[in-house]
């Protein structure tokens, strides 16, 4: 210090960040305002979609190919293109179907008699034996290092066609009882 100006390069660090020729974030978006918590994907667990041309749209832009997550948002009206938690796509749902058979059974269960509420109730305290028996593998597995078998399996698919008439790319989503469809326009 020489007659009380201090020198650049004792200056506090705060003060010199703005003037930073290498910010923190380059493209000024932080970590949590990334696309993957704007729209809040609700599990990892998503089909895989694999796109095997380039999608060019009508700005220049394109989707290269790879392999995507393809998932549904939860008000079921837009599907959402991943690649490595970074949005790609927002594609609109064109159509939506659930597995009424699935959908018939879920409600039947809601609406039941004493004598079927009491069948349920049996079957209730075997499916806890089930889990207490589940609980017990889980502790074997855990001593011998070996990975579990998944729970409960859930059907996923995802999968992309160009239909020619139309110029365009039909996306077709399928998890457990909904599937979707949506349509990404080709430009030629």
Known sequence: ???????????????LAPCAPYPMTPSGITVHEGAIYRYNIPTDEQPNLMIVDYIPDFN?????????????????EFLYLIESKNLVAVIPVFKLAENEEELKKYRKKQSLSKKD?????????KAKRQEKFRKVIEAKYAETGATLPPKDYIHMEASIEYIKEGGYYLIMYEKG???????IKAVR
């Not at 509420?117 to 305290?125: A, D, G, S, T, V």
């Not at 009882?177 to 349509?183: E, K, L, S």
């Open 1 to 15: 210090m020489i007659d009380g100006i201090i020198t650049p390069a004792i200056r506090d660090i705060d003060y």
């Open 117 to 125: 509420r009491k069948e349920l109730k049996q079957e209730e305290r």
């Open 60 to 76: 220049g832009n394109f989707i290269k190919p790879g392999y995507y997550q393809l998932a549904l948002s939860d008000d079921r």
């Open 177 to 183: 009882v909904i599937r979707a469809w949506g349509a």
